[in-house]
């Protein structure tokens, strides 16, 4: 089955620094690849996805690549933040297209 | 617009106690899934309903088991609880299967077995 590959398990960088978050995936077939930002006690929150028919995607501050010969995609935080600190999520939709697998996450904190 | 409700957010229960969680959609989603997050990991499948039907189904136990209702509320259930079921659980919500439209989830159920 699908297997979600994420790097680095935390992150440290100063406020206005650039952040990036790298995840790998083994099945091929995925085609959906979304990102999630988790804060204390609540649920992940859907910030970007992509699908396999396209290369990048941006919003404002917040860009994804994927390399789908390579099988990996790429989260890019720009001008990062305090309230950027959270855990990150990266997932690819499994074959049969009814699930997400997730990473096991990237604590990113942002200092002032 | 209400998101994703889940009920209860925090519950204790002892082991061999049997638990049901339950999970309200947003308005108009016909797909709910269930997943479950252990501490300091991602969450992992447990279950997909679309239309009321099981779609999916994860590397769980037969312990655990969920349905869907007419409205599309959904619950999950487990039987027999140990101490490893406990961790988050997460509902999602999509219009339609992930790969295509995406979750929305809600805030969980903290389940703490004891």
């Known amino acids: 089955g699908e297997n979600v590959e994420q790097h680095p398990s935390t992150l440290s960088v100063q406020e206005g620094d650039s952040a990036v978050i790298k995840c790998t995936y083994s099945d091929s077939a995925s085609n959906y690849f979304p990102w999630y930002k988790q804060e204390l006690g609540k649920g992940p929150q859907l910030i970007i996805d992509?699908?396999?028919?396209?290369g990048e995607k941006k919003d404002q501050r917040i860009a994804v690549t994927l390399n789908k010969t390579a099988k990996h995609f790429s989260l890019h935080i720009t001008e990062t933040q305090p309230e950027d600190s959270a855990v990150y999520f990266c997932?690819?939709?499994?074959?049969?297209?009814?699930?997400?697998?997730f990473g096991k996450g990237t604590t990113l904190s942002v200092s002032s | 617009d209400a998101g994703v409700t889940q009920s209860p957010t925090h519950l204790i229960k002892t082991r061999g106690q049997h638990v049901t969680l339950r999970c309200s959609p947003i308005?108009?989603?016909?797909?709910v899934s269930w997943y479950q997050q252990v501490l300091g990991q991602g969450p992992q499948f447990i279950f997909q309903?679309?239309?009321?039907?099981?779609?999916g189904r994860g590397n769980f136990p037969d312990r655990f088991s969920a349905r869907q209702f007419p409205n599309y509320s959904s619950e999950l259930n487990v039987n027999a609880l140990l101490l490893g079921d406990s961790a988050l659980y997460l509902c999602?919500?999509?219009?339609?299967?992930?790969?295509?439209?995406?979750?929305?989830f809600g805030s969980g159920t903290r389940l703490t077995v004891v």
């Open positions: 999602a919500s999509s219009s339609g299967t992930p790969d295509l439209y995406g979750y929305t």
């Open positions: 997932a690819a939709g499994n074959q049969a297209g009814t699930a997400l697998i």
């Open positions: 308005s108009g989603h016909k797909s």
């Open positions: 309903y679309y239309e009321k039907e099981e779609r």
């Open positions: 992509i699908r396999s028919n396209v």
